[in-house]
T-cell receptor, first 113, second 114 residues
Framework: DAGITQSPRHKVTETGTPVTLRCHQT?????MYWYRQDPGHGLRLIHY???????DKGEVSDGYSVSRSKTEDFLLTLESATSSQTSVYFC????????????FGEGSRLTVL | GENVEQHPSTLSVQEGDSAVIKCTYS??????FPWYKQELGKGPQLIID?????GEKKDQRIAVTLNKTAKHFSLHITETQPEDSAVYFC?????????????FGDGTTLTVKP
C-alpha cells in the first residue's frame, strides 16, 4: 500500500463548472503525477510535480491546472469542465529515487454532462 | 516524444497456456522498462520491470525480455490462471530526468478462460 488517497472517487458535474480532484500521499515522496485514462488510450500524463510549488505540464495539459502547496497534496483543477474531460483520473507517486516505479491511487471517475 | 506501441490489444488464452505481450518504443534514451497490471476498478500496479543493462528478468510465472537494439520488450506469462485476467500496460521510461518520464502503451486486455 503506497499510501495514496484520491478524492472524490466519483463525481458527476455539468459542463462549465469548476472541478477539483485531490491526491493525498502519506509517503513524503517528491514526485507526484496526474494521469487520465480513456478507452484505447492507456494513461496519458496531464501534469506532474517535482516538489512543493514546482509543477510542469504533461502531454495533455490543456484545460487543466495543478497546485502543490504541501508535499502530501497534489490538486488537479478543471477550471471549466467540458464533456471531453469525462475520464478516469489517476494520481501517482514515484518510488524511491532512481527506480522509476510508479505507485497509483485508486482513481477518480469524473463524468461531465 | 516517445512513441509506444503495444500488441496485441486483446488476448484470450486457455488456463495453463502462455501469454506474450510485446511493447515497441521509439526513444533510445529509455532506460527503464516496467509492466503494470490493472484489475477492474483499480489503479495500475507494477508486476515486473527491467533495466537497460539486463536482457531478461524472471519472477515465478512472469518474465520480461528486452531487446534494446530493436527497441522492444515483452511480457511473458506462463501457466496462466484466471486471476491473470486484467489489462496490462508497458511504460518505457527515461529515468534520471527531472521526474522520470514514462509513456504508457494503450494496454492489452488479457482474458484467461478456465
Amino acid at each position: 500500500d503506497a499510501g495514496i488517497t484520491q478524492s472524490p472517487r466519483h463525481k458527476v458535474t455539468e459542463t462549465g463548472t469548476p472541478v477539483t480532484l485531490r491526491c493525498h500521499q502519506t509517503e513524503n515522496h517528491r514526485y507526484m503525477y496526474w494521469y487520465r485514462q480513456d478507452p484505447g488510450h492507456g494513461l496519458r500524463l496531464i501534469h506532474y510535480s517535482y516538489g512543493v510549488k514546482d509543477t510542469d505540464k504533461g502531454e495533455v495539459s490543456d484545460g487543466y491546472s495543478v497546485s502543490r502547496s504541501k508535499t502530501e497534496d497534489f490538486l488537479l483543477t478543471l477550471e471549466s469542465a467540458t464533456s471531453s474531460q469525462t475520464s478516469v483520473y489517476f494520481c501517482a507517486i514515484k518510488g524511491l529515487e532512481g527506480t522509476g516505479e510508479l505507485f497509483f491511487g485508486e482513481g477518480s471517475r469524473l463524468t461531465v454532462l | 516524444g516517445e512513441n509506444v506501441e503495444q500488441h496485441p490489444s486483446t488476448l484470450s488464452v486457455q488456463e495453463g497456456d502462455s501469454a506474450v505481450i510485446k511493447c515497441t518504443y521509439s526513444d533510445s534514451a529509455s532506460n527503464y522498462f516496467p509492466w503494470y497490471k490493472q484489475e477492474l476498478g483499480k489503479g495500475p500496479q507494477l508486476i515486473i520491470d527491467i533495466r537497460s543493462n539486463v536482457g531478461e528478468k524472471k519472477d515465478q510465472r512472469i518474465a520480461v525480455t528486452l531487446n534494446k537494439t530493436a527497441k522492444h520488450f515483452s511480457l511473458h506469462i506462463t501457466e496462466t490462471q484466471p486471476e491473470d485476467s486484467a489489462v496490462y500496460f508497458c511504460a518505457p521510461t527515461i529515468r534520471n530526468t527531472n521526474a522520470g518520464k514514462s509513456t504508457f502503451g494503450d494496454g492489452t486486455t488479457l482474458t484467461v478462460k478456465p
